[in-house]
């Protein structure tokens, strides 16, 4: 298995202690991203279920970016192959959340978390083909401590950065 395009960087960025915020994850040829976070790329053309590796989001937020023009649709077994990539991601990300235009209805690009897509395509009691208890069951347990996580790191910020009146019995 190799990395994806970008996937040494930030392998080597995070075996010396740089833990990204959240990794960007573009599928489509126009790999531009504005530099905030860092980035992995996947051509359509290029992607092939399960040769990819993405070990190196463990335990990090993803956003997959949708950049592929109809002309690139690539179905696997019969599904749209960014939901494939995306449950390969979601297999080590803490959260993977689907960045797709179409979805927003022309007001910009709305983010789907991948559980949500999961749901939207189940039927009856049957997972799509992309997705399985295994993995919904594995991938909650990242989510549920990344945001436990989260919101602890939030609350001593607050916690820290406020003043409590003694005067007044509440927070300044």
């Known amino acids: 298995?190799?990395?994806?395009?970008?996937g040494r960087q930030l392998f080597d960025a995070r075996d010396h202690g740089d833990e990204p915020q959240r990794v960007v994850l573009v599928y489509g040829d126009d790999w531009y991203t504005d530099g905030r976070f860092p980035r992995l790329a996947v051509k359509p053309a290029d992607y092939i279920r399960a040769t990819l590796d993405f070990r190196v989001v463990?335990?990090?937020p993803v956003d997959v970016v949708d950049r592929?023009?109809?002309e690139q649709y690539v179905a696997i077994d019969g599904v749209w192959a960014l939901y494939w990539l995306g449950a390969e991601v979601a297999h080590w990300a803490s959260e993977v959340r689907f960045m797709v235009a179409a979805w927003s209805e022309g007001a910009g690009v709305a983010p789907m978390e991948i559980i949500d897509a999961a749901w939207g395509n189940k039927s009856g009691p049957q997972w799509p083909l992309w997705w399985s208890d295994e993995l919904n069951q594995d991938y909650g347990k990242r989510q549920k401590q990344y945001w436990t996580e989260r919101t602890k790191e939030r609350a001593a910020a607050i916690g820290s950065g406020v003043q409590k009146s003694v005067s007044m019995g509440r927070a300044r």
């Open 1 to 6: 298995m190799k990395f994806p395009a970008y």
């Open 58 to 60: 463990s335990g990090l």
């Open 68 to 70: 592929s023009t109809d």
